[in-house]
């Protein structure tokens, strides 16, 4: 495989800063490509892992946030358990996808910062995740309001959802992350 | 035995089938399952996809509640499990973090809670002879999937839960209830779960080879121990059903449902009918062999 690497927008330290935040060693990459052969995404995804890896470690600049892979990637973790150099794979497409966020990187099929960010909402509100308020935020936002409606009536019949959330949780301590995690912004991690 | 028991949120909502039938298996194995008060979210796959110290820090709430309760931590929900671990991984080994998410949380918190899954408090501290001896209905005949998903096993060295490649903790319980665990490929594929909204066209995919592996296998059920995959694998048979024309009728059930029938206990305290492929193969399958 053949990785061409343009250099057409400013790198900003790129792979130094998905090494610190990662805390994995880019250098050490054999190019075995056991995490891309076992991504089970990789029917789906023009860009692997490997490639990732590589492109990194030769310097890449911002447009490898664009790669799909960083929102297509399921967290499986599978590449990170079958690396023989031991690199945290998984925890290098977490730091990517924190720089996608920071600096913009286009948006993406399925939109999974729009579904994360109505998640830890719910979360930031309820101190516990409310799954339908939670549903009826991103699709709002995608406007595909229909997709998978159809299952509702069944699952709220079947008590397979809840309709209310719980109120239990301690939300002090839960809203007290979410602006200390505010502030922190641009911290080292 | 006594344990401060993390139901997770899904156990307020898609996953109140499995939060019921933990606490029916333990109550009938006399597992004392104490609820930490004011538990908040673990933060899933969307805390760590967005900051490594808010998914350190959103754990670590519950964490110190448990500290407090000076009990280990039992989790049924395998990505609550996985997160917890995660974080008094990164607490406890990385200085910087803890400084960090001990200013989040307001107080000191070390890493130390001893996280366990339900599953293995009943392989190690309860015994496969115990529940040997608990078995009412034995589910002989049925054959049984077990599927272990990403979040129970990986990343192994944290999780520390089974072999990553091939566990069998699953297996050994369904074994010991007298079901037939079968050997199949699909154990520990990933279902896609944490993309079954936002890229379903990826999860549909990814649930039908899993069901495919499943019933070319022989299997009359999956058998989980994982909200996130139950909810996936069960729901998205109908989406299979539309674009492909393949229609599994392949029911998704929690080990604890398994457990629990097999301990006497009436489907309905098990949540088998929240279930959206019914099991109704699996309950005349234990009504049979009971009356055998």
Known sequence: MTITIRKTKKSDRLKEIVEQLSGADLSICLQCKKCSS???????TVSRPSEIMRRLHLNAGDELLESDIIWTCVSCETCSTRCPMGIEVAAIIDA??????????????GNV?????????????FGRTYEIAMIAAYKLGTGKFMNDTEKFPTMIK???????????????????????????????? | MRYAYYPGCSAESTARDMHESTLAVAKALGIEMVEPKGWTCCGATAGHQTDRILAASLPAASLVKVKDMGLDMVVNCAACYNRMKMA???????????TSVCDAIGRDYDGSVNVRHFVEVL?????????????????????????????LVRPPKVMKFDDPENPTSLDKLVKVIGGESIDWSGKVECCGGGLSLTRTDVVVDL???????????????????????????DLRQQDIKKQTGRDYEMPIVYITQLLGLSFGISPDKLGFKKLMVPASNILEKVAQNSNE
Do not use: W
């Not at chain 1, 076992?38 to 789906?44: E, H, I, S, T």
């Open chain 1, 38 to 44: 076992g991504c089970p995404v990789n029917k789906q």
């Open chain 1, 96 to 109: 990517l996808r924190k720089l996608a966020l920071e600096r913009k990187a286009s948006k993406q099929k």
């Open chain 1, 113 to 125: 910062p729009l579904f994360n960010k109505a998640f830890l909402k719910t979360v930031e509100i």
């Open chain 1, 158 to 189: 079947k008590g397979k959802i809840s309709l209310i959330p719980s109120l239990h949780g301690d939300r002090k301590i839960v809203r007290r992350i979410f602006k200390k995690t505010k502030e922190n912004k641009g911290a080292k991690v």
């Open chain 2, 88 to 98: 008094n991984n990164e607490i406890s080994t990385d200085s910087e973090i803890r």
């Open chain 2, 123 to 151: 392989l190690k501290d309860v015994g496969l002879e115990t529940i040997k001896k608990a078995v009412k209905h034995s589910l002989k005949g049925l054959k049984v999937a077990c599927y272990y998903g990403c979040l």
């Open chain 2, 207 to 233: 649930t039908d080879s899993i069901l495919g592996m499943a019933q070319k296998a022989g299997a009359d059920c999956i058998a989980v121990s994982c909200p996130m995959c139950q909810v996936n694998l």
